[in-house]
């Protein structure tokens, strides 16, 4: 991987205070004095009488403790070079007032709308702003650009998506995501159960934090209430604002090939005006691409952006505009492996998109129908779904999964094969039974057999009309479907295979439909992969190293506890049942003023071979802040289990937060969602 240079001398000193930003609407803080809410903010800036443009990155990841450290990276190296940087925490998590809200919902752009104006007034703003984040920060940063706060002039958005419902962590193809939704859902509601921290937010914590608890509710009794794309979900995805984003901000879109949203620089770069976007896609996981994470190489990211800024917010001409519409990252064929310390690859770069390089080439499917019922727990070895650089976050070897799928070859022959885009499937189907899954993964196969996962899509067949509807498939009948798979950029070498594997089960991604377990025929006569082939070109697309400003100095205590396995999978083979534990990064964090922060978490999935109703998720949540010497210990935990019938998800949650060893919240919920469609 690249080595990241600390950069210690900048053009500017800098230094940093912590605000709060009032915004309108909404309950007033606890306590009862009747004003608006007020938003935590720290800002980092250029020791200047000259005022500055402003960057805003604003989330709900908690400035003051876990983004702490991602936040010392960039904020201050920002400031330095003549930018007054903002890291602002929304309405309801850490230190800022209100209730924690939806994701992207409507409260929380308006808010943020209020934040970019408030900038902008300052004395030591110049009047223009930028936007920035990762995930749920670079979605509000898209989101918020397209309502059009006039002092918004440009945006970076990294890994963040533009659909609430399938792109993002709720639903994969019209089917509910049980990796996705449960473990997601589970992981903010322990986030939005932590407290505000005395140390920052003042005497008034408890209050605050216990005001705060009461208004909590799981976010999945509204994400499954909502199985088709009707209006909950479209209000605050940007495909509908897509005309709105065009005529505001530039946008700097970013992803990672291993990152679940690295579509959306793709729709970006082609729905934007050319002369106000750009889109970069690297071989990175979920992060920003400066990162130390597998899988690399990491890139001058800061760098990067910084051309940006001082192009959009400086007037200044630095090039960047003149870049290619996207740069991509082609990665070389590489065995199956759980992480890779650095992708093999190339960068090229693409004029326009849909690219003057890339050509649809079509692979007729061959052979006689085939019937295909895959065992409930195929899908064992897709991965993390959104990963982190973490040990075991990528697919193992896919022969396992392969071999409880129909699978068709494609020999490569003396020339590489090179695809940038979606692929695409169209599947001549027959179905006995009114509900049913389809997944399609595209796999480079090397001449020893090793499986590599290359892309990969999947259709709920009950919304081969539209996410917005579900459709039962009749009885005994034969129809086509059409899917596209994510997104890739890779090289398929001489003497290795194209493999592309169909299977009716992918747990614990994709909840499994009642009766699934029936399957479906595939025609292949009358079936076709198409592979977006790109013309090799001579580029010269290239990027500094990695540079970031010093670090905050957190510190990792030493523990003797035996670390738990990332991913463990557990086969009970006389029940014929399946079990997989997934630990997210856990473990304590000491920072410098003092606090101790610590989570635990795991996610664990449990199916039959043979029984789709047999699907649980379960997530347990710890987590604790303490301050030793304040004597200031809090901790939260949380349990949320989803299950499902044939007519209903059923989903259990519970709250316990005590401040040391008192209980000062419990709270259980119990819902039965009537299954329709999803």
Known sequence: MSRTTIRTGFPYETAHDDVRIPVDGGASRAGGTGRGVELYARIWRPLTDRPVPALLEYAPDRLTDRSGPRDRQRHPWYAGHGYASVR????????????????????ELADGVAVVEWLAARPWCDGRVGMFGIGRGGGNALRIAALGPEPLKAVVAVGAPDDRYDGDAHHLGGSVLGVGAHARAAALLAAACRPPDPAYAGEGWREQWLDRLESVEPLAHRWLAHQTRDAYW???????????????????AVGGWHDPCRDTVLRLVSALPPDRVRGIIGPWSHQYPDGDRPPGPAIGFLQETLRWW????????????????????????????????????????????????????????????????SPQHTGLDAGRFRPRGGAADL????????????????????????????????????????????????????????????????????SREGPDRSVAWPPAAAGDVSFELDAVGYRFPPGHRIRLALSSAYWPWIWPRPGSEAGWTVRPAASVLTLPVRTP???????????????????????????????????????????????????????PDGLEYTEDARDVYEIRSADPLSARATSEWRIRLHRPE?????????????????SAFTLSNEVVCREGDEVVFHRTWERRLPREAG
């Open 88 to 107: 602002v925490d929304v309405r309801g998590h850490g230190n800022s007032g209100g209730h924690p809200g939806d994701v992207h919902d409507a409260r």
């Open 234 to 252: 479209r209000q605050g995805s940007l495909r509908e604002a897509y005309p709105a984003l065009a005529a505001g901000a530039a946008v700097l």
């Open 310 to 373: 001082d192009h959009w917010l400086k007037d200044a001409d630095t090039g960047v505009m003149a870049e290619p519409l996207l740069r991509s990252w082609i990665g070389a064929s590489r065995p199956p492996a759980t992480t890779y310390e650095r992708s093999e690859g190339r960068w090229v770069g693409d004029p326009a998109w849909p690219s003057p390089h890339v050509t649809p080439v079509v692979y007729g499917l061959q052979g006689d129908e085939v019937a295909v019922a």
């Open 395 to 462: 697919p193992p070897d896919q022969r396992e999964e392969d071999a409880k799928s129909a699978c068709f070859e494609f020999a490569v022959g003396a020339a590489p094969v090179e695809v940038l885009g979606s692929p695409a499937v169209r599947l001549r189907l027959r179905m006995d039974v009114p509900h049913g899954q389809v997944v399609a993964r595209l796999c480079d196969v090397a001449p020893d057999g090793a499986s590599t996962l290359v892309a990969r899509g999947a259709l709920n067949l009950g």
């Open 537 to 591: 070109t001579a580029d010269r697309v290239a990027f500094e190293a990695p540079e970031q400003a010093p670090p905050l100095g957190v510190a990792v205590p030493e523990t003797f506890d035996e670390p738990r396995p990332e991913r463990l999978v557990v086969r009970d083979v006389a029940a014929g049942s399946w079990r997989l534990e997934v630990d997210p990064p856990s473990g304590t964090r000491a920072y």
């Open 630 to 646: 304040e004597a200031w210990d809090v901790r939260v935990e949380t349990r949320s289990s989803t299950a499902c019938d044939s």
